[in-house]
């Protein structure tokens, strides 16, 4: 199983996690801060954008879906607390409502 690198670009921090793996997970193993509330996809906290390319990431379960629609977020957004990694790379450029 290969291992997954996540980027937290504005931290200047790279992690390599297992497939599977929570990019807030990744964040903390990185020891990078992020901002998170409800950590079950709902309150959108901790929305990010990204730069994943296709397959880089499960897709979104329909309650993060759900809180990016509310939110008006678009397809390069995800919720931190739910995006699963999968293989490749991510890089998670910052927060997806201030930056």
Do not use: I, N
């Amino acid at each position: 199983m290969d291992l997954v690198e996540v980027q937290f670009a504005a931290a200047g921090k790279s992690v390599f996690v297992q497939p599977g793996t929570t990019l807030l997970a990744a964040a903390g193993m990185a020891g990078v801060d992020w901002p998170t509330g409800c950590r079950r996809g709902m309150c959108g906290t901790d929305a990010a954008r990204l730069d994943a390319p296709a397959g880089c990431l499960e897709p979104p379960a329909a309650h993060e879906r759900g809180t990016l629609d509310r939110m008006g977020l678009t397809g390069d957004c995800r919720l931190l607390c739910s995006a699963k990694v999968v293989a490749g790379r991510v890089v998670v450029r910052g927060d997806a409502v201030t930056d």
